[in-house]
């Protein structure tokens, strides 16, 4: 799931504009869960994304699921809905998790894994570069996630034994990406923006993400 091909993004609006079906999905059949403001545990802080995730996404027949062992994507199959399955109850794994399903088009989404091949821990230098290439705009689109939530985002090189490439330019590029979704130079998917405005709606008073919310020193 992790090398994922950047795909055509859906011409939404940035971050500010209202979902059409935004407010229906937060006050009709409302959630009943403690505020995002009063949960003081990581497990209860995935257990709120858990819920509100997919009461929120119940329309694109998708479940978000905790998994004792990595990270896979499931199709919908068998009138089971799709599953998004992060690794051991993390919530940053699940917000990762999420950026990749966002990106994914339709026809990603009826595949294993949304149908892309992984090497594992132990890449060699042109493989961790096609790595870092193919994740800027899903770990861009996580840092857009952990703000919304309060929380503080790390980018993932992921090649703990093999050649971790140049940490410092992945950096570069994946606040780059951030600048240009802000920008307007490219497209936010529309599911990450419904995703954002979402969680803006419940942990801040709507507010949407700013610009100088994201700093490239926040990285290191």
Not at 33 to 44: A, F, G, K
Not at 177 to 188: A, D, M, N, P
Request: hydrophobic content about 40%.
């Amino acid at each position: 799931m992790h090398l994922l091909q950047p795909q055509p993004e859906v011409t939404t609006s940035l971050l500010v504009s209202t979902h059409s079906t935004l407010h229906s999905a937060l006050l009709s059949d409302t959630v009943q869960l403690s505020p995002w403001q009063s949960l003081q545990t990581e497990h209860d802080q995935v257990e709120w994304l858990i819920l509100h995730f997919n009461h929120w996404f119940s329309h694109q027949n998708v479940t978000l699921v905790k998994g004792e062992i990595e990270p896979e994507y499931f199709p919908a199959q068998n009138q089971e809905p799709a599953k998004i399955q992060f690794a051991h109850g993390f919530f940053n794994s699940a917000l990762h998790e999420i950026s990749h399903w966002s990106i994914a088009g339709k026809k990603r989404r009826l595949l294993p894994d949304l149908g892309y091949w992984y090497a594992p821990d132990g890449r060699t230098l042109e493989q961790q570069r096609l790595f870092e290439q193919v994740e800027i705009k899903p770990q861009a689109i996580e840092w857009l996630f952990a703000t919304a939530f309060g929380r503080k985002f790390r980018v993932s090189l992921d090649n703990l034994t093999g050649d971790g490439g140049d940490g410092a330019l992945f950096k570069d590029h994946v606040f780059m990406q951030v600048q240009r979704y802000f920008s307007g130079e490219t497209k936010l998917p529309q599911d990450a923006a419904y995703f954002i405005q979402c969680i803006c709606l419940c942990t801040r008073d709507g507010r949407a993400l700013e610009i100088d919310e994201f700093n490239r020193a926040f990285l290191d």
